[in-house]
Protein backbone atom coordinates (compact mmCIF):
# COMPACT_ATOMS: atom_id res chain seq x y z
CA UNK A 1 0.00 0.00 0.00
CA UNK A 2 1.14 3.41 -0.63
CA UNK A 3 0.05 6.51 -2.06
CA UNK A 4 2.25 6.56 -4.99
CA UNK A 5 -1.20 6.01 -6.95
CA UNK A 6 -3.14 9.65 -7.85
CA UNK A 7 -6.58 8.29 -8.65
CA UNK A 8 -9.45 10.49 -9.93
CA UNK A 9 -12.51 9.74 -7.74
CA UNK A 10 -15.54 10.94 -9.40
CA UNK A 11 -19.19 11.75 -7.04
CA UNK A 12 -22.69 13.34 -8.42
CA UNK A 13 -21.21 16.40 -7.68
CA UNK A 14 -17.18 16.30 -7.85
CA UNK A 15 -14.51 15.05 -9.04
CA UNK A 16 -11.43 14.69 -7.46
CA UNK A 17 -8.31 14.36 -8.97
CA UNK A 18 -4.55 15.09 -9.85
CA UNK A 19 -3.08 18.26 -9.01
CA UNK A 20 -0.83 19.73 -12.18
CA UNK A 21 1.30 22.80 -12.45
CA UNK A 22 -1.57 24.54 -14.05
CA UNK A 23 -3.67 24.34 -11.09
CA UNK A 24 -1.28 27.13 -9.37
CA UNK A 25 -3.37 30.43 -10.58
CA UNK A 26 -6.43 29.39 -9.34
CA UNK A 27 -5.18 27.73 -5.86
CA UNK A 28 -3.46 30.99 -5.85
CA UNK A 29 -6.96 32.93 -5.82
CA UNK A 30 -8.20 30.38 -3.24
CA UNK A 31 -5.47 30.43 -0.60
CA UNK A 32 -5.88 34.36 -0.55
CA UNK A 33 -9.85 33.82 0.52
CA UNK A 34 -9.77 35.48 3.92
CA UNK A 35 -11.94 32.70 5.59
CA UNK A 36 -9.34 30.04 3.75
CA UNK A 37 -6.52 31.98 5.22
CA UNK A 38 -8.39 32.42 9.12
CA UNK A 39 -9.09 28.97 9.32
CA UNK A 40 -6.27 26.95 7.15
CA UNK A 41 -2.49 28.97 7.33
CA UNK A 42 -0.53 30.05 9.87
CA UNK A 43 -0.35 34.21 9.88
CA UNK A 44 3.56 33.95 9.24
CA UNK A 45 2.65 31.48 6.00
CA UNK A 46 4.06 33.68 2.78
CA UNK A 47 2.58 32.21 -0.44
CA UNK A 48 3.70 33.04 -3.56
CA UNK A 49 2.05 31.95 -7.27
CA UNK A 50 5.78 30.66 -8.14
CA UNK A 51 6.16 28.63 -4.65
CA UNK A 52 2.25 27.52 -5.54
CA UNK A 53 3.30 26.16 -9.53
CA UNK A 54 5.81 24.17 -7.69
CA UNK A 55 4.27 23.22 -4.76
CA UNK A 56 1.09 21.83 -7.03
CA UNK A 57 3.50 20.59 -9.60
CA UNK A 58 5.17 18.28 -7.78
CA UNK A 59 2.02 16.78 -5.64
CA UNK A 60 1.90 13.67 -7.85
CA UNK A 61 5.00 12.76 -7.56
CA UNK A 62 4.62 12.61 -3.64
CA UNK A 63 4.51 8.80 -2.56
CA UNK A 64 3.93 9.69 1.14
CA UNK A 65 0.54 11.71 0.30
CA UNK A 66 -2.41 12.16 -1.73
CA UNK A 67 -3.07 15.85 -2.94
CA UNK A 68 -6.07 15.86 -5.37
CA UNK A 69 -7.47 18.78 -6.89
CA UNK A 70 -11.33 19.24 -5.68
CA UNK A 71 -13.00 20.17 -8.87
CA UNK A 72 -17.51 20.90 -9.64
CA UNK A 73 -18.47 17.74 -11.52
CA UNK A 74 -20.68 20.62 -13.60
CA UNK A 75 -18.43 22.96 -14.61
CA UNK A 76 -14.79 21.78 -14.12
CA UNK A 77 -13.95 24.55 -11.73
CA UNK A 78 -11.42 24.30 -9.67
CA UNK A 79 -12.79 24.50 -6.25
CA UNK A 80 -9.80 23.65 -3.33
CA UNK A 81 -8.22 20.33 -1.81
CA UNK A 82 -8.39 17.08 -0.05
CA UNK A 83 -5.16 15.55 1.33
CA UNK A 84 -4.36 12.64 3.01
CA UNK A 85 -0.65 12.91 4.64
CA UNK A 86 1.29 12.21 7.44
CA UNK A 87 1.33 8.90 6.38
CA UNK A 88 2.26 6.07 8.95
CA UNK A 89 2.35 2.75 7.24
CA UNK A 90 2.96 0.43 10.50
CA UNK A 91 0.01 2.07 12.12
CA UNK A 92 -1.90 2.45 8.82
CA UNK A 93 -3.42 6.06 9.76
CA UNK A 94 -2.75 9.50 8.02
CA UNK A 95 -4.21 12.94 8.62
CA UNK A 96 -6.61 14.21 6.56
CA UNK A 97 -6.78 18.15 5.49
CA UNK A 98 -9.15 20.14 2.96
CA UNK A 99 -9.68 23.75 1.96
CA UNK A 100 -12.66 25.18 -0.28
CA UNK A 101 -12.49 28.27 -1.80
CA UNK A 102 -15.77 30.65 -2.20
CA UNK A 103 -16.96 29.02 -5.51
CA UNK A 104 -17.38 25.35 -3.86
CA UNK A 105 -18.74 26.68 -0.10
CA UNK A 106 -22.61 25.99 0.44
CA UNK A 107 -23.37 23.10 -1.84
CA UNK A 108 -21.80 20.48 -0.65
CA UNK A 109 -18.88 19.68 -2.62
CA UNK A 110 -16.95 19.94 0.14
CA UNK A 111 -18.81 17.30 2.23
CA UNK A 112 -18.56 14.68 -0.99
CA UNK A 113 -15.08 15.40 -1.53
CA UNK A 114 -14.49 14.82 2.18
CA UNK A 115 -16.45 11.60 1.76
CA UNK A 116 -14.98 10.32 -1.45
CA UNK A 117 -10.84 10.74 -0.21
CA UNK A 118 -11.70 9.11 3.11
CA UNK A 119 -13.72 5.84 1.70
CA UNK A 120 -10.67 6.00 -0.92
CA UNK A 121 -8.50 5.70 2.19
CA UNK A 122 -10.30 3.05 4.04
CA UNK A 123 -11.70 0.93 1.10
CA UNK A 124 -8.57 1.14 -1.35
CA UNK A 125 -5.60 1.84 0.63
CA UNK A 126 -6.80 -0.13 3.68
CA UNK A 127 -6.08 2.79 5.88
CA UNK A 128 -7.24 1.83 9.34
CA UNK A 129 -7.25 5.33 11.57
CA UNK A 130 -7.79 9.21 9.17
CA UNK A 131 -7.83 11.51 11.77
CA UNK A 132 -7.83 15.79 11.63
CA UNK A 133 -7.09 18.72 13.35
CA UNK A 134 -9.87 21.91 12.94
CA UNK A 135 -9.52 25.23 14.58
CA UNK A 136 -12.70 25.06 17.26
CA UNK A 137 -14.42 28.24 15.84
CA UNK A 138 -15.06 26.82 12.32
CA UNK A 139 -18.49 25.68 12.52
CA UNK A 140 -18.86 24.98 8.75
CA UNK A 141 -15.87 22.09 8.84
CA UNK A 142 -16.30 20.96 11.89
CA UNK A 143 -20.31 20.43 10.76
CA UNK A 144 -19.18 18.46 7.70
CA UNK A 145 -15.87 16.41 9.51
CA UNK A 146 -19.01 15.37 11.65
CA UNK A 147 -21.75 15.00 9.29
CA UNK A 148 -19.04 12.38 7.08
CA UNK A 149 -18.12 10.24 10.44
CA UNK A 150 -15.23 12.01 12.28
CA UNK A 151 -15.67 11.65 16.32
CA UNK A 152 -14.13 14.61 18.28
CA UNK A 153 -11.16 12.43 20.22
CA UNK A 154 -10.48 15.55 21.95
CA UNK A 155 -10.04 19.54 22.43
CA UNK A 156 -6.47 21.66 23.00
CA UNK A 157 -7.65 24.72 24.39
CA UNK A 158 -6.39 28.38 23.07
CA UNK A 159 -3.53 26.77 20.76
CA UNK A 160 -2.67 29.39 18.44
CA UNK A 161 -4.25 33.79 18.24
CA UNK A 162 -6.01 34.05 15.08
CA UNK A 163 -8.40 36.62 14.26
CA UNK A 164 -7.57 38.61 17.60
CA UNK A 165 -9.02 35.91 19.51
CA UNK A 166 -7.38 32.95 21.24
CA UNK A 167 -8.83 30.03 19.12
CA UNK A 168 -8.98 26.16 20.25
CA UNK A 169 -8.03 23.37 18.46
CA UNK A 170 -10.47 19.93 17.74
CA UNK A 171 -8.76 16.65 17.12
CA UNK A 172 -11.19 14.51 15.49
CA UNK A 173 -10.83 10.12 13.73
CA UNK A 174 -12.41 7.95 12.14
CA UNK A 175 -11.71 4.35 12.17
CA UNK A 176 -12.28 1.85 9.56
CA UNK A 177 -14.34 -0.18 11.24
CA UNK A 178 -16.65 3.16 12.34
CA UNK A 179 -16.41 3.80 8.30
CA UNK A 180 -17.54 0.50 7.39
CA UNK A 181 -20.93 0.48 9.43
CA UNK A 182 -21.37 4.17 8.05
CA UNK A 183 -21.06 2.88 4.17
CA UNK A 184 -23.24 -0.28 5.12
CA UNK A 185 -26.17 2.14 6.65
CA UNK A 186 -25.82 4.26 3.61
CA UNK A 187 -26.40 1.93 1.31
Given at each position: MGFTDKPVLTGDRTVLRPFTEADAD???????????????????????????????????????????????????????????????????????????????????????????????????????RIQLEAYGNNPRALHVYEKVGFVVEGVRREVAFRGGEWVDEVIMAVLDREWAALSATAR
Open positions: TMWEIVRDPEVVRFTFEPSTELTPRTLRSWYGSRSAQPDRLDLAVTDRATGDLVGEVVLYEWDPDARSCTFRTLIGPRGRGRGLGTEATRLIVGHGFERLGLR
